[in-house]
């Protein structure tokens, strides 16, 4: 089992996350390459070999030319002759640092349906557009909100610009040909001090970071600097299935991201690639079993307090009638977590159930490896999970949500869907 682990005790940025990728083995020319489908101009990408406090690692450069920019904002000098994408040579044995000099300075603001055109429209995979579009969702969401506004209405000033972009379609591209069966990550680190955004001077981490990075474990103070960007932070929550500091795993490779800061820390990103330490036919883990028995809630109360859960990194919950003393009616609410998210979970029962107190026990899980990949049908692209045994595909299922919408989309029956799933599944 292939695992991808995040190791971001200096934080995450999308340039270090790109850095970090490609110093693992993706190849900038595949990168770039992929990103050409997009159809974005004005720009290159410069990837150099580089040291940050005496480790080496890629710092990845988005540089915008400002005169090939979108059409919105043509100039009439542009360079002729130009290619849209530049890869700098990188020499890997190379330990010598060199400094670039990027122009962060483009100024197209853009909505998410703007964004979301480009995406679509473009030639890029299924899992890349969709991965994509949802680490733009995330961020959108966390602007409106903190902005009161609908998602629509939303322009991004930051995250909508060119470089922006190439960060966060680049991380899905990564991904996606990296393959891994399971991304983790550590804790994440925030840093301190104030930043400064579009809408003014805020403290770190950001508005919009910390809306994000909700349920997921974070660290704070460790440099007076901005560590994580919205950026960084949605691609950790689109892409990583667990967060802990405690993973376990054989190292096989390690990465090195580069930021463009210097810090009291070095300002960098760590990526690890490894396989599962798990022996037999079988992945273990271990979590934490969480139970409460409640006979006295509104039974209405029980959806909201389940969604809660999940919202907080619950990996399943689920109700048990059972009957307690005086032969009364009752439910134990069972939650099952990794160690990482226990006190939070707890502290959801204790507060927003009517129980006076709980249990907890540490479980040993034993799992089929499982992979989700997407499959294109006549009805579109559909989700499909598959479980393995010692390498061996066993049994898979599709994603209901994604039948339900090319059910309704296509006016089909959705167990035609279903049926279309299995024939293209077929060898």
């Known amino acids: 089992m292939k695992i991808l682990y995040y190791d971001c005790f200096s934080g995450i940025s999308g340039d270090m996350n790109l850095g970090a990728l490609v110093d693992l083995g993706v190849p900038a020319e595949y990168l770039t390459s992929q990103l050409e489908k997009l159809n974005v101009k004005g720009y290159r990408i410069i990837l150099n070999n580089e040291l940050k406090m005496g480790i080496s690692g890629i710092k990845c450069t988005v540089d915008l030319d400002l005169d090939q920019n979108h059409d919105d904002h043509s100039h009439s000098h542009q360079r002729p002759n130009t290619d849209n994408f530049?890869?700098?040579?990188?020499?890997?044995?190379?330990?010598?640092?060199?400094?670039?000099?990027?122009?962060?300075?483009?100024?197209?603001?853009?909505?998410?349906?703007?964004?979301?055109?480009?995406?679509?429209?473009?030639?890029?995979?299924?899992?890349?557009?969709?991965?994509?579009?949802?680490?733009?969702?995330?961020i959108a969401t966390a602007e409106a909100k903190i902005h009161g506004k609908t998602i629509d209405k939303v322009h991004f000033h930051e995250v909508g610009a060119t470089d922006s972009i190439v960060d966060i379609v680049g991380a899905a591209i990564c991904i996606d040909y990296i393959k891994p069966d399971k991304i983790i990550a550590s804790s994440v680190e925030l840093g301190g001090g104030f930043v400064k955004c579009a809408h003014g001077t805020f403290p770190v981490p950001a508005p919009a970071t910390a809306?994000?990075?909700?349920?997921?474990?974070?660290?704070m103070g460790k440099v007076d600097k901005e560590t994580t960007t919205p950026t960084g932070a949605a691609i950790l929550k689109v892409f990583v299935d667990e967060f802990t500091d405690t993973a376990n795993f054989s190292i096989q490779k390690i990465s090195y991201g580069i930021g463009h800061r210097d810090l009291s820390i070095p300002n960098v990103l760590r990526v690890y690639l490894g396989e599962s330490t798990n022996s037999g036919p079988f992945l273990k883990e271990t979590a934490v079993l969480i139970e409460c028995n409640i006979d006295d809630?509104?039974?209405?109360?029980?959806?909201?307090?389940?969604?809660?859960?999940?919202?907080?990194?619950?990996?399943?919950?689920?109700?048990?009638?059972?009957?307690?003393?005086?032969?009364?009616?009752?439910?134990?609410?069972?939650?099952?977590?990794?160690?990482?998210?226990q006190a939070s979970i707890e502290n959801i029962l204790l507060s927003e159930t009517t129980s006076l107190g709980l249990r907890s026990q540490q479980v040993t899980k034993s799992m089929l490896e499982r992979k989700t990949r997407i499959i294109e049908t006549k009805y579109?692209?559909?989700?499909?999970?598959?479980?393995?045994?010692?390498?061996?595909?066993?049994?898979?299922?599709?994603?209901?949500?994604?039948?339900?919408?090319?059910?309704?989309?296509?006016?089909?029956?959705?167990?035609?869907?279903?049926?279309?799933?299995?024939?293209?599944?077929?060898?």
Request: aromatic residues 8%; contains cysteine.
């Open 86 to 138: 530049s890869v700098q040579n990188i020499d890997f044995s190379n330990l010598q640092a060199t400094k670039t000099h990027s122009h962060h300075h483009d100024h197209e603001h853009r909505n998410f349906n703007d964004i979301k055109k480009i995406i679509e429209n473009s030639d890029l995979s299924p899992f890349v557009k969709e991965k994509s579009l949802a680490m733009f969702n995330h």
């Open 211 to 219: 809306e994000i990075l909700k349920s997921i474990p974070v660290k």
């Open 380 to 427: 579109g692209p559909i989700r499909v999970k598959e479980a393995y045994i010692s390498g061996k595909s066993i049994k898979y299922k599709a994603e209901y949500d994604d039948c339900l919408k090319a059910a309704n989309e296509k006016g089909v029956p959705i167990n035609e869907i279903y049926i279309e799933v299995d024939r293209n599944m077929k060898p």
């Open 297 to 341: 809630m509104n039974p209405e109360h029980y959806d909201y307090i389940i969604d809660k859960l999940f919202a907080c990194g619950s990996q399943d919950v689920f109700l048990v009638p059972i009957i307690m003393k005086k032969s009364r009616p009752a439910v134990q609410l069972k939650v099952l977590c990794s160690l990482d998210h």
